[in-house]
Nanobody, 125 residues
Framework: QVQLVESGGGLVQAGGSLRLSCAAAGFTLDYYVEGWVRQAPGKEREGVAFIMNSDGSTYYADSVKGRFTISRDQGKNTVYLQMNSLKPEDTAVYYC??????????????????WGQGTQVTVSS
């Protein structure tokens, strides 16, 4: 059974940093793509950052480029999202997502069939 468990969310002031973790169980990080998707109140889910497990290449939404960094630790079967220079508009529930059918990075959340339970990130102004 595939399980993704996020942690690391919380409340932070604007300009601060948080690191999210996504631990995978029931499968290894052999899936092609893993990433982070967020959902702000009243908005649709949006892809934030993704990593290709084949070569470690990373991809970011324009809204977080230069501030967020996605990385992985294969030994721990964990993907991370380091978030710096946080802004109030980054406030959202953050989910990690993956799917063995996704072979190239897609920022469309509908492509991904496996999700964690989500972790709340709140950035105060």
């Amino acid at each position: 059974q595939v399980q993704l468990v996020e942690s690391g969310g919380g409340l932070v002031q604007a300009g601060g940093s948080l690191r999210l973790s996504c631990a995978a169980a029931g499968f290894t990080l052999d899936y092609y793509v893993e990433g982070w998707v967020r959902q702000a109140p009243g908005k649709e889910r949006e892809g934030v950052a993704f990593i290709m497990n084949s070569d470690g290449s990373t991809y970011y939404a324009d809204s977080v480029k230069g501030r967020f960094t996605i990385s992985r630790d294969q030994g721990k079967n964990t993907v991370y999202l380091q978030m710096n220079s946080l802004k109030p508009e980054d406030t959202a529930v953050y989910y990690c997502a993956t799917d063995p059918r996704v072979r190239y990075v897609s920022f469309d959340p509908k492509e991904y069939g496996y999700w964690g339970q989500g972790t709340q990130v709140t950035v105060s102004s």
